[in-house]
């Protein structure tokens, strides 16, 4: 997968909308191309916006 592929259209309005965000996120993280820190703060601010979404 190209790092962005699954990005196209997401708005993170629903929960296939952050699928995509994630999906997108963890594809450059795994080849390092952002930083430790930039991947850990998005994993932290996905799992909140997961719980907004949720209720």
Do not use: W
């Amino acid at each position: 997968m190209a790092i962005g592929s699954s990005l196209a259209g997401a708005q993170g309005k629903t929960l296939a909308d952050q699928n995509k965000i994630d999906e997108t996120m963890a594809s450059g993280c795994a080849v390092k191309f952002y930083t430790p820190a930039e991947c850990d703060r998005h994993t932290k601010a996905s799992t909140g916006r997961r719980t907004e979404l949720k209720t």
